[in-house]
């Protein structure tokens, strides 16, 4: 994504590792010859079972701030870590909460489809001119602040691999689309990994 506001330019890029459970959210400032720009970053977030009703989310968590970021924890919950890069930003405990968010899935399912988010803060970090800053949302330690800076490199190499190892038809164009696509299916069943470390099988939806 590019965003522009007056002379002031600014590119983000998602990604988010293959079998691990995290994002990266990388901000770069791409105008040229621009004095460094303060960014606001505030997570809105709802914790429920995955099938669970938007009515059912808590914001009863438990937030540890740790400098650059937070750790937010709730009963049998995965832990979920929210940080910038080392050195790279200050959290601030705030908390907020907006009602009557519509979730347009849900509605289109038929589902109850009015909950509420909670804010447990927001990070501030600042841009300079050519350099990136990282920030991570990763759950239960799949990836830790410092591989952060990494992930899309190495998903970026790993795509570059798979195609690799496809049929040579299917490296470029639709067919390495419905290659990348196809991968996307591919997951670690957690019910069977004590039987094999490497196992993996295809998850769809119907």
């Not at 059912?56 to 709730?74: F, K, N, P, W």
């Not at 929210?82 to 968010?101: H, I, K, L, M, Y």
């Not at 849900?106 to 803060?121: N, Q, V």
Request: glycine share 8%.
């Amino acid at each position: 994504w590019r965003y522009r506001n007056g002379s002031t330019q600014i590119e983000k890029t998602v990604a988010m590792p293959h079998l691990r459970n995290a994002t990266q959210i990388q901000y770069r400032l791409t105008s040229p010859a621009h004095a460094p720009v303060e960014l606001e970053l505030r997570p809105y977030i709802q914790i429920r079972a995955h099938e669970a009703s938007v009515t059912a989310g808590s914001s009863d968590y438990a937030v540890e701030v740790l400098g650059s970021g937070c750790r937010i924890t709730l009963d049998q919950y995965p832990a979920l870590l929210f940080c910038a890069g080392p050195g790279s930003g200050a959290f601030t405990r705030d908390e907020r909460a907006v009602d009557n968010v519509l979730y347009r899935v849900e509605r289109g399912r038929g589902y109850d489809y009015i909950g509420k988010l909670a804010s447990p803060g927001y990070l501030r970090v600042t841009l300079t001119q050519g350099d990136s800053v990282t920030v991570l949302v990763s759950v239960d330690g799949s990836v830790e602040p410092p591989e952060a800076g990494d992930i899309i490199h190495a998903e970026l190499r790993r795509r570059r691999e798979l195609l690799h190892a496809a049929d040579p038809a299917f490296r470029q164009g639709p067919g390495a689309q419905l290659v990348l696509a196809a991968d996307q299916f591919i997951i670690a069943p957690h019910t069977r990994t004590s039987d094999r470390a490497d196992a993996r099988t295809v998850i769809a939806g119907y």
